[in-house]
T-cell receptor, first 115, second 115 residues
Framework: AQSVAQPEDQVNVAEGNPLTVKCTYS??????LFWYVQYPNRGLQFLLK??????LVKGSYGFEAEFNKSQTSFHLKKPSALVSDSALYFC?????????????FGGGTRLMVKP | GAVVSQHPSRVICKSGTSVKIECRSL??????MFWYRQFPKQSLMLMAT?????????EQGVEKDKFLINHASLTLSTLTVTSAHPEDSSFYIC???????????FGQGTRLTVV
């Protein structure tokens, strides 16, 4: 079975400061890892993904994430937060060979960026 | 990225009536579509997975006669909430994945309110 944990329900950061949203995962095979962002009453928007290759993945809106196999983590980062980054962030994992197309989501982390 | 269109974005219906939600992949063929339900301030709960031309696979605890899913073509899946009750009020989100996609793309979501 595959699972994702986002240990923080909410992350607060001041505008201009770096931000980190944590994610750890568990799969039996090779993971495909994703970050999505959700604004109020909207669907999920894709931010970035790790499939293979470089452990540091760059995505939309200046976000990046680092795949760490030994720690089974895929933390989302941004060097300088914007107030408009305030939203709900979901980490997801897909184990292609054992779970097909099915994505498993973490519980979500609410990011609050204050001016 | 690929576009998934979900309609309607909001619907209010009376108890006992049925509501149909459509999910369309606009620029790719969706071999697999997923339907999720999201409660306030919570993560996405997978309801069912559907592959084009075959019956949907429902997650444990989801009533297949209550939530009818049809995936008749590679670009369209529908979710019909039958005999809706107030406890069915929720945010429903679809996503679609094609054979060549490593990530799933999400619709805008549908806010269902049953009165």
């Amino acid at each position: 079975a595959q699972s994702v944990a986002q240990p923080e329900d909410q992350v607060n950061v001041a505008e201009g400061n770096p931000l980190t949203v944590k994610c750890t995962y568990s799969v039996s095979g090779n993971p495909y890892l994703f970050w999505y962002v959700q604004y109020p009453n909207r669907g999920l928007q894709f931010l970035l993904k790790y499939i293979t290759g470089d452990n540091l993945v760059k995505g939309s809106y200046g976000f990046e994430a680092e795949f760490n196999k030994s720690q089974t983590s895929f933390h989302l980062k941004k060097p300088s937060a914007l107030v408009s980054d305030s939203a709900l962030y979901f980490c997801a994992v897909r184990d292609l060979y054992n779970a097909g197309n099915m994505l498993t989501f973490g519980g979500g982390t609410r990011l609050m960026v204050k001016p | 990225g690929a576009v998934v269109s979900q309609h309607p974005s909001r619907v209010i219906c009376k108890s006992g009536t049925s509501v149909k939600i459509e999910c369309r992949s606009l620029d790719f063929q969706a071999t697999t579509m997923f339907w999720y339900r999201q409660f306030p301030k919570q993560s996405l709960m997978l309801m069912a997975t559907s592959n084009e031309g075959s019956k949907a696979t429902y997650e444990q605890g989801v009533e297949k006669d209550k939530f009818l899913i049809n995936h008749a073509s590679l670009t369209l899946s529908t979710l019909t909430v039958t005999s809706a009750h107030p406890e069915d009020s929720s945010f429903y989100i679809c996503s679609a994945a094609g054979a060549l996609n490593t990530e799933a793309f999400f619709g805008q979501g549908t806010r269902l309110t049953v009165v």
